[in-house]
C-alpha cells in the first residue's frame, strides 16, 4: 500500500494481536531533538516525546504586521540575509480557506511576540498545493516553516521537508477536519496559541507516511502523508463528500457519504505486509494509519502515535450493519477487543491489490483507477513543532 504465493478468497482465520515492535520500523531515528526555541536555547541531545493533550500558554500579542522593535515590515520579503543563529520563519499559507486570514495575522503577532523578524510568506495555489513554496523557503533560508491550511497543505509541505532535519514545521490548523494537528495535541481553535506554538514550540521527530500508487495504465505517482491513506468504500465516501456541504459543516460533513455506504459489501483485496505471504480477503475498507484523532476524541488506531516509528494497517470488513456498533465503539472508547469486523496489524510497509482499479485516498486527496499501492512509513522524518 514481494509476495511468494497467494490465499484465496474467504474467510480468515482467528489472528493474534500483532505485537508492539521495539523501535518501529527501520531508520527510526534515536528519538531525540535539540529544544531549541527561536533563541537557539535549549537542552541539546534530551530525549523528546509527544505529549498529549497539551495546554500551550496563551501568547502575548504584539500588533499584527509590526517586526522586532514595532516597525513596520512587509511580510512578502527575501528572508536569506537573516543574521546567523536566528530563527528565519516561513509561513505557508492557504488563501481558500475561511480562517487563513486570521492565521496570517496570528502568526504575524507571535513572530513579534518572539523578537523574530516577520516571516516571509507564501501563498498555495490550485496549481501548487505546497511543496513548491516549501522548496522555495528552504532556497530563501527560512530553518522554521509554518503551514496555515488544512490536511492537504500539510502534508505537501511535509513531503518537501523530508529528510531535512535541519528544519522545523510548524502548524497552524485552519482546515476542515486538521487531522495532523489533532494528533499531535495541537489548539485547533485557538489560532493565537497554535502560532505561538507553531512559531517558539520544541521542535520533535514525527513519522512521515509515503505511498507510491500504481494506476490502471502502469504509470506511478509518489504522495507523501502523515494520516491515512484508505482503499475501498472509505475511499468512495471521500470522494463523494459535497464540497458545499464540507464548507457549511466542516467535518462533520464525512458522515453523511459514510453513512450511506455502512450496508455495502466488501470487495475483494489483495494485500501483503512485510513481505508475508500475500492474502485476499472481502473487505469493506483497508486503512495504512500513521496516527490519528478524530474529531470528538475517536481515534481510528487505539495507542498509534505520530512518533511511533510504525504503519497502523486497519482491516475493516463488517459482516452486518450491527457490527458498525462495535467500530464505532472500539474509535470512541480507545480499546478494542478481537472481532472480525475490525481488526489492526502492524508493520513497515504494506502493499495492496484490488480486484479492479479503484480510489484511492491519501490524507483527504482521492486518486482514481489505481491498481496497486506501496505503502511505507519513514520513521523521525520530520521535526515538527509540537507541545
Known amino acids: 500500500m514481494g509476495a511468494a504465493g497467494e490465499r484465496g478468497p474467504g474467510r480468515a482465520g482467528p489472528e493474534r494481536p500483532a505485537r508492539r515492535r521495539r523501535g518501529g520500523c527501520p531508520g527510526r531515528g534515536p528519538g531525540r531533538s535539540d529544544h531549541r526555541g527561536p533563541g537557539g536555547r535549549g537542552r541539546p541531545g534530551a530525549r523528546a516525546r509527544l505529549r498529549h493533550p497539551a495546554r500551550v500558554p496563551r501568547p502575548r500579542v504584539a500588533r499584527p504586521g509590526a517586526g522586532p522593535g514595532g516597525s513596520d515590515r512587509r511580510p512578502d520579503r527575501?528572508?536569506?540575509?537573516?543574521p546567523a543563529g536566528v530563527t528565519r520563519v516561513a509561513l505557508v499559507l492557504n488563501p481558500a480557506l475561511p480562517r487563513s486570514g486570521a492565521a496570517r495575522e496570528a502568526v504575524a503577532a507571535a513572530c513579534a511576540g518572539a523578537g523574530l523578524e516577520q516571516p516571509l510568506l507564501l501563498r498555495t495555489s490550485v496549481a501548487q498545493v505546497g511543496a513548491a513554496q516549501a522548496r522555495?523557503?528552504?532556497?530563501?533560508?527560512?530553518?522554521?516553516?509554518?503551514?496555515?491550511?488544512?490536511?492537504?497543505?500539510?502534508?505537501?509541505?511535509?513531503?518537501?521537508?523530508?529528510?531535512?532535519?535541519?528544519?522545523?514545521?510548524?502548524?497552524?490548523?485552519?482546515?476542515?477536519?486538521?487531522?495532523?494537528?489533532?494528533?499531535?495535541?495541537?489548539?485547533t481553535r485557538d489560532l493565537g496559541r497554535a502560532a505561538h506554538l507553531a512559531v517558539t514550540g520544541p521542535a520533535l521527530p514525527v513519522d512521515l507516511g509515503w505511498a507510491e500508487l500504481t494506476n490502471h495504465t502502469g504509470a506511478s505517482t509518489e504522495h507523501p502523508f502523515l494520516v491515512v491513506v484508505?482503499?475501498?468504500?472509505?475511499?468512495?465516501?471521500?470522494?463523494?463528500?459535497?464540497?458545499?456541504?464540507?464548507?457549511?459543516?466542516?467535518?462533520?460533513?464525512?458522515?453523511?457519504?459514510?453513512?450511506?455506504r455502512l450496508a455495502r459489501p466488501g470487495r475483494p483485496v489483495t494485500f501483503s505486509l512485510d513481505g508475508e505471504v500475500e492474502s485476499t480477503e472481502q473487505l469493506w475498507s483497508i486503512l495504512a494509519v500513521s496516527s490519528a484523532r478524530l474529531p470528538g476524541g475517536a481515534r481510528l488506531v487505539p495507542g498509534a502515535r505520530p512518533d511511533d516509528g510504525l504503519l497502523h494497517v486497519v482491516l475493516v470488513a463488517p459482516r452486518?450493519?450491527?457490527?458498525?456498533?462495535?467500530?464505532?465503539?472500539?474509535?470512541?472508547?480507545?480499546?478494542?477487543?478481537?472481532?472480525?469486523?475490525?481488526?489492526?496489524?502492524?508493520?513497515?510497509?504494506?502493499?495492496?491489490?484490488?480486484?479492479?482499479?479503484?480510489?484511492?485516498?491519501?490524507?483527504?486527496?482521492?486518486?482514481?483507477?489505481?491498481?496497486?499501492?506501496h505503502i511505507e512509513i519513514r520513521p523521525g522524518a520530520l521535526r515538527v513543532a509540537c507541545p
Open 320 to 373: 452486518r450493519l450491527t457490527d458498525w456498533a462495535r467500530v464505532a465503539r472500539t474509535g470512541l472508547s480507545g480499546r478494542h477487543t478481537p472481532h472480525p469486523a475490525l481488526r489492526y496489524r502492524q508493520g513497515c510497509r504494506l502493499t495492496v491489490r484490488p480486484s479492479e482499479p479503484a480510489l484511492v485516498q491519501v490524507d483527504g486527496d482521492v486518486m482514481v483507477d489505481i491498481v496497486r499501492a
Open 136 to 187: 522555495k523557503a528552504l532556497a530563501a533560508g527560512a530553518d522554521r516553516i509554518l503551514v496555515a491550511g488544512g490536511d492537504g497543505t500539510v502534508r505537501a509541505v511535509a513531503g518537501a521537508l523530508r529528510a531535512r532535519q535541519d528544519v522545523v514545521l510548524g502548524v497552524v490548523p485552519v482546515g476542515t477536519a486538521n487531522l495532523f494537528a489533532r494528533g499531535l495535541g495541537l489548539p
Open 78 to 82: 527575501d528572508i536569506a540575509g537573516s
Open 230 to 260: 484508505g482503499l475501498g468504500h472509505d475511499a468512495d465516501a471521500v470522494a463523494a463528500l459535497h464540497p458545499a456541504l464540507k464548507r457549511r459543516l466542516r467535518w462533520l460533513a464525512y458522515f453523511e457519504p459514510g453513512l450511506r
